[in-house]
């Protein structure tokens, strides 16, 4: 069914708020604290995974080797990359502009 949501999670003293994009769900679950700061950084990853991705998640047939630019989407995330509101491809984008 595609009504309604789920946008937190309670169990046992923990806490997972839950991003549904188009084709990729992502969820993070922490021990304290607040979960809604994180729906912002977790729309941004799913938009950016789902961008980058595009084609592989058109007809994803299960093989995690078809995103190969997830992982350093993933890790940004963790390292609270997306705090700053820009996405995984902005950031990308600006790097290769820069002169060296």
């Known amino acids: 069914r595609t009504e309604g949501s789920l ?5 046992t003293g923990r806490r997972a708020a ?10 993070a679950i ?16 799913v938009a950016d995974l ?6 592989a998640l058109e ?6 080797s ?10 940004r995330l963790m390292a609270g990359g997306y705090r700053a509101g820009r996405g995984w491809v902005g950031d990308v984008r600006a790097r290769l502009r820069r002169p060296s």
């Not at 922490?30 to 990853?45: K, T």
């Not at 007809?59 to 995690?64: A, E, M, N, S, Y």
């Not at 078809?66 to 890790?75: D, H, N, Q, S």
Request: glycine share 8%; hydrophobic share 45%; no cysteine.
């Open 7 to 11: 946008d937190e999670l309670r169990f």
């Open 18 to 27: 839950i991003v549904r994009g188009n084709r990729v769900i992502l969820a």
């Open 30 to 45: 922490i021990s304290r604290g607040d979960v809604s700061y994180l729906a912002p950084q977790l729309r941004a990853a």
């Open 50 to 55: 789902e961008r980058v991705h595009a084609s």
């Open 59 to 64: 007809d994803w047939d299960g093989r995690l």
């Open 66 to 75: 078809r995103l190969e630019k997830a992982e350093g989407i993933l890790e």
